[in-house]
T-cell receptor
Framework: GEDVEQSLFLSVREGDSSVINCTYTDSSSTYLYWYKQEPGAGLQLLTYIFSNMDMKQDQRLTVLLNKKDKHLSLRIADTQTGDSAIYFCAETPIRGSTLGRLYFGRGTQLTVWP | DGGITQSPKYLFRKEGQNVTLSCEQNLNHDAMYWYRQDPGQGLRLIYYSQIVNDFQKGDIAEGYSVSREKKESFPLTVTSAQKNPTAFYLC?????????????FGEGSRLTVL
């Protein structure tokens, strides 16, 4: 089955860049996602990348995809204290009947120190 | 505003009691999902429904039941057969197979069994 792995914790200083890494096993993944969860709340989509892309940039966020190594990363430039949250990597397989059924990593708790 | 509403936000239950968590969406989405979140374990899929009057078991369906009588509603019942029900429950929806697979989440319901 699908397996998505992330490190559990990351701490950075305000103003530095944060890089959150994720690996996945399903080579047929179509879309890969980054979601953000603030304490006691649901998840919000930050960005996603289609599997035929290598990079996607959206303001302070840069997503890099290495399909050969099945590695996905999220870089947050100029990290702010408001970026402190849990970040989830997720993927959805190519099988059409399950599109929309996402497989999530365990989440990376990002702590930003002032 | 369009969105997903979960209720109640907090719920306490005695052992042996069934409890139903409500999930309503006004996004006109075809697919709806229930996830369970435990600390450090990420999100695990309980049940999902891609169309009214049809639903499928996810990875941890034992001890749970759902119904999908209306497009906008997907309630989850946590039965007394669920051995460890204390968790944070998240409902989500997506437009369906034609979309990117992005999920839209509610704010969650925290269930505590006393």
């Amino acid at each position: 089955g699908e397996d998505v792995e992330q490190s559990l914790f990351l701490s950075v200083r305000e103003g530095d860049s944060s890089v959150i890494n994720c690996t996945y096993t399903d080579s047929s993944s179509t879309y890969l996602y980054w979601y953000k969860q603030e304490p006691g709340a649901g998840l919000q989509l930050l960005t996603y990348i289609f599997s035929n892309m290598d990079m996607k940039q959206d303001q302070r966020l840069t997503v890099l995809l290495n399909k050969k190594d099945k590695h996905l990363s999220l870089r947050i430039a100029d990290t702010q204290t408001g970026d402190s949250a849990i970040y989830f990597c997720a993927e959805t397989p190519i099988r059409g009947s399950t599109l929309g059924r996402l497989y999530f990593g365990r989440g990376t708790q990002l702590t930003v120190w002032p | 505003d369009g969105g997903i509403t979960q209720s109640p936000k907090y719920l306490f239950r005695k052992e042996g009691q069934n409890v139903t968590l409500s999930c309503e969406q006004n996004l006109n989405h075809d697919a709806m999902y229930w996830y369970r979140q435990d600390p450090g374990q990420g999100l695990r899929l309980i049940y999902y429904s891609q169309i009214v009057n049809d639903f499928q078991k996810g990875d941890i369906a034992e001890g749970y039941s759902v119904s999908r009588e209306k497009k906008e509603s997907f309630p989850l019942t946590v039965t007394s057969a669920q051995k460890n029900p204390t968790a944070f429950y998240l409902c989500a929806s997506s437009p369906g197979l034609a979309a990117t697979g992005e999920l839209f989440f509610g704010e969650g319901s925290r269930l505590t069994v006393l």
